[in-house]
């Protein structure tokens, strides 16, 4: 079973900054098969990103995706008030889902 | 744009069977995979398995032996057991959908609000 890791646990930003989520997977991922989600409290979680960088659809430009292997980054280019939520990743290998623990992005 | 609500009891006493569904609205049920993944409190989303709305279904293998899901397209829902729960069962338990039609390992692409199950005698 691969194991996602998601750091920082959680990352204290203001409006406007730029946000840096990392996922470290403990073996290779296809890219093909690495999502991002975003969590609300109360909401349904929300697809961001699938293979790794490609937008789901309705997902606003700020959000990107981007690495391979075992090391992927989801970036928020400039933080809206909207955004501050926990992330998630997610990848499938072998017939399993997986996801890390999340990161908690919160208003500084 | 498909909608997905679970529904099901919110405690469930240990050693009986937990039963959800997931009603789907919107949207047809056809040509998609249906999944159940659920997070015990303060620990990471667990994926619990998928079913093809012709059924088929695929469970993650630390669950199998107890996990059953299935379909009814005259209904548009799917549904979930989990029989002999323990407290380690108690979570919120969401319904999803596969992104893309006809693919099982694609991520999910619309997911429901969750509802919280609490195994407590």
């Known amino acids: 079973e691969i194991v996602l890791t998601q750091s920082p646990g959680t990352l204290s930003l203001s409006p406007g900054e730029r946000a840096t989520l990392s996922c470290r997977a403990s073996?290779?991922?296809?890219?093909?098969?690495l999502a991002w989600y975003q969590h609300k409290p109360g909401q349904a979680p929300r697809l961001l990103i699938y293979?790794?960088?490609s937008r789901a659809t309705g997902i606003p430009d700020r959000f990107s995706g981007s690495g391979s292997g075992t090391d992927f980054t989801l970036t928020i280019s400039r933080l809206e008030p909207e955004d501050f939520a926990v992330y998630y990743c997610?990848?499938?290998?072998?017939?399993?889902?997986?996801f890390g623990q999340g990161t908690r992005l919160e208003i500084k | 744009q498909v909608q997905l609500q679970e529904s099901g009891p919110g405690l469930v006493k240990p050693s009986e069977t937990l039963s959800l569904t997931c009603y789907v609205s919107?949207?047809?049920?056809?040509?998609?995979?249906w999944a159940w993944i659920r997070q015990p409190p303060g620990k990471r989303l667990e994926w619990i398995g998928y079913?093809?709305?012709?059924?088929?279904?695929r469970y993650n293998p630390s669950l199998e032996n107890r996990v059953t899901m299935s379909v009814d397209t005259t209904k548009n829902q799917f549904s979930l057991t989990l029989t002999s729960v323990t407290a380690a069962d108690s979570a919120v338990y969401y319904c999803?959908?596969?992104?893309?039609?006809?693919?099982?390992?694609?991520?999910?692409?619309?997911w429901g609000r969750g509802t919280l199950v609490t195994v407590s005698s």
């Open positions: 997610e990848q499938y290998d072998d017939s399993l889902f997986t």
């Open positions: 999803a959908r596969g992104r893309r039609p006809y693919v099982g390992s694609s991520s999910f692409g619309s």
């Open positions: 293979g790794a960088s």
């Open positions: 073996q290779s991922v296809s890219s093909t098969y």
């Open positions: 919107g949207g047809s049920i056809t040509n998609y995979y």
């Open positions: 079913i093809y709305y012709t059924g088929s279904p």
